[in-house]
């Protein structure tokens, strides 16, 4: 049930910089997408797109195909990383998806002292943070990949690809501000 404040997922964000490459750049993509911790994780090459991750059917939660718009922050991370083998995120070369979850946020929770959280809390933190600053709950719903069982769902059969970017950039911008005010935090101490 806990909802990281956006001081807190900027100190989570900040604090994988201590991690490996490829625990780093999972971390931080599953936190500035705000996607399930199992469908990220077993991320593959194919599955990424020019502007968009493909997430099949038989993987996701809700059983449908899931397109999630990847933002400036997400591409630049993606664009870093060495294509070895199938998968994105891996410590054995690609062959296996990544699974460390528990080293991950022990590094991280010890660095950052933010502690009693989960992966999922990323998620709930935050739809939370939109739906506190005047997004839409359609576009929460949206962004999160949950299933719409409304009368118009079944006609409208639009993957809300500009909500979507527009509102992951919303949160992308929200972290990325908070990391600014950490590093001119930082620099006036130093003086």
Not at 61 to 76: C, F, Q, R, V
Not at 83 to 90: A, D, H, L, T
Not at 155 to 167: A, H, Q, V
């Amino acid at each position: 049930d806990r909802v990281l404040s956006l001081n807190e997922i900027g100190k989570l964000y900040d604090s994988c910089s201590v991690l490996a490459a490829p625990l780093r750049d999972f971390t931080r993509i599953l936190m500035l997408s705000g996607q399930r911790l199992n469908e990220m994780a077993s991320l593959k090459w194919g599955q990424v797109k020019e502007d968009h991750i493909e997430f099949p059917r038989e993987i996701s939660k809700n059983n449908k195909k899931i397109i999630t718009p990847l933002t400036s922050e997400m591409l630049d991370i993606l664009k870093f990383i060495r294509k070895n083998g199938e998968y994105v995120f891996s410590t054995t070369c690609g062959s296996k998806p990544l699974n460390c979850f528990s080293k991950i946020k022990k590094k991280i929770m010890y660095t950052s002292g933010v502690e009693n959280w989960t992966f999922h809390d990323f998620r709930r933190s935050m739809a939370t943070f939109l739906g506190d600053n005047g997004i839409e709950y359609k576009k929460i719903l949206s962004v999160l990949n949950h299933s719409d069982n409304s009368v118009t769902a079944i006609y409208n059969r639009s993957l809300d690809f500009k909500n979507k970017l527009k509102t992951l950039t919303f949160w992308n911008n929200s972290i990325k501000n908070k990391l600014k005010e950490y590093s001119q935090t930082y620099k006036r101490l130093v003086k």
